[in-house]
């Protein structure tokens, strides 16, 4: 800039700069492309609570915990959430078959289960081939969604696991028609049934007597918690200080457990090849906002996942998966206020459209399905076709998706265009939905919310 004082030469480069971002912000509102919307239409952000079953001793306890998560009626916990919160639930107990034996007279195995005694419920009674009297509940919540996770085939000592019992339990869902495609691992190192690299995890290992994957994996596991959690408050949202810090933190504390390794990039799922060389979705679990891990029990919900946190959470544009024991209240009611107060902070996010409360199963499925979607468009002079062509990754392969693999997927769409998504060659029913917080408009493949089965009759 020859002859120009340096403070004019300044002030035409501001104005320039200016007039650039004025150009940008004007096509940024009248955006004539297509693009993904990351969480269903109106969410900012997306949570499950992920609760393993440990210490829920009876079905009138899971059934009043679920009533009031699940159904809008009047509980024993107050009027109810009427949220989309799963469950998890196990096929044998042999803490419980030990408990039995030892009362009916019979002499009983010398074994040591970790954590506090536990006579949590479970499909089979013990470890038998018999069917607990409570089965058919379990059942009913599995086939509705809300039964979503398995929390490893049960509560297990050293030597209680085999393989037979697997097969009962699988050869059980196949004949009910049922799947489940979350397995969770559960207790300590003697729980030999759970799955990963750790040398106590057997149940991905070939060469041991309890090998499971190559069964349990055809029936339907995908998504497996190995044991990871993170005090990240939202996982594959925005850039944030504080999670740096905590992603930091946690790689050193990594550092000195020599069994496992966790990838630490705060993303929500990662692809992991098991010993028996097939891959699955590992996902990470949020266990609480502090520097150090702490128990995850009910008592402590508000402290893990209180307002602040929900409210956190919905400013990151992330995904969590809540790690939490729902059932571990010994006392009536099962829920303590604290824990009602934070879940009602959490339903009022989901009623005002800025955080989606999902179960495990259905959050994974959409992110994976989300993060993997192949799709193009085609301009029509009147309208623009979107075309999925493909769900493609290393755990489900590569497939034409149905509608249920789609629920949700929102695409953001021209202002006043037709618009319509198509799926080999048909167009698959949507919604054009209203403007969001971007001000675009969008069209959108409808979210399905669970029914909850009838138990009138208990
Ligand atoms: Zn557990």
Request: aromatic fraction near 10%; include cysteine; charge should be negative.
């Amino acid at each position: 800039m020859l002859g120009v004082p340096a403070k004019t030469a300044r002030r035409i480069a501001l104005l320039i700069l200016m007039a650039a971002s004025a150009v940008v912000s004007l096509s940024c509102g009248k955006d004539d492309t297509v693009s993904l919307r990351k969480f269903p239409y109106p969410y900012k952000a997306a949570l499950a609570i992920c609760s393993d079953i440990d210490e829920t001793e009876t079905i009138e306890k899971y059934l009043d915990i679920q009533r009031f998560l699940n159904t809008s009626s009047e509980t024993t916990l107050g009027p109810g959430l009427g949220l989309d919160i799963g469950s998890s639930f196990w096929f044998y107990n042999q803490y419980r078959q030990i408990q039995m034996d030892q009362s009916a007279g019979d002499s009983v195995p010398d074994v040591f289960f970790s954590g506090i005694p536990d006579l949590g419920i479970s499909l089979f009674d013990g470890t038998s081939g018999t069917l607990s009297d409570y089965a058919s509940v379990i059942l009913n919540l599995i086939n509705a969604g809300y039964a979503d996770c398995l929390h490893s085939f049960g509560h297990f000592s050293e030597a209680g696991f085999n393989r037979d019992l697997a097969l009962q339990a699988i050869d059980l869902l196949g004949r009910e028609s049922l799947t489940v495609d979350v397995f969770v691992n559960h207790g300590g190192q003697e729980n030999r049934n759970n799955v990963g690299e750790a040398p106590s995890a057997l149940g991905d290992n070939p060469e041991s007597g309890i090998y499971h994957t190559d069964i349990s994996i055809p029936m339907g596991i995908k998504f497996l918690w190995r044991g990871h959690v993170t005090h990240c408050i939202g996982q594959d949202g925005n850039f944030s200080i504080l999670n740096l810090a905590k992603r930091a933190y946690e790689y050193v504390q990594d550092l000195r457990y020599a069994e496992q390794s966790y990838p630490h990039d705060n993303r929500l799922v990662h692809i992991c090849e098991l010993d028996d060389g097939q891959k699955v979705f590992e996902f990470v679990r949020y266990n609480n906002p502090w520097g150090k891990y702490s128990i995850a029990r009910e008592k402590f919900f508000t402290h893990q996942l209180g307002a602040n946190q929900v409210d956190n959470l919905i400013e990151s544009n992330g995904y969590m998966i809540f790690y939490t024991h729902l059932g571990t209240s010994q006392e009536t009611p099962y829920l303590s206020p604290s824990t009602i107060d934070a879940l009602r902070h959490m339903k009022k996010k989901f009623d005002q459209g800025d955080l989606l409360v999902t179960t495990t199963s259905k959050l994974l499925n959409y992110y994976v399905h989300h993060k993997h979607l192949f799709w193009r468009t085609e301009n029509r002079s009147d309208s623009i076709l979107i075309i999925i062509d493909s769900i493609a990754n290393d755990v489900e392969g590569n497939f034409v998706p149905d509608l249920s693999d789609l629920e949700g997927i929102a695409f953001y769409i021209p202002e006043n265009r037709l618009a319509a998504i198509m799926v080999n060659g048909k167009p698959v029913p949507s919604v054009l939905n209203g403007k969001d917080e971007t001000g675009r408009e969008m069209i959108s493949i409808l979210w399905q919310r669970l029914v909850f089965p009838d138990f009138a009759h208990r």
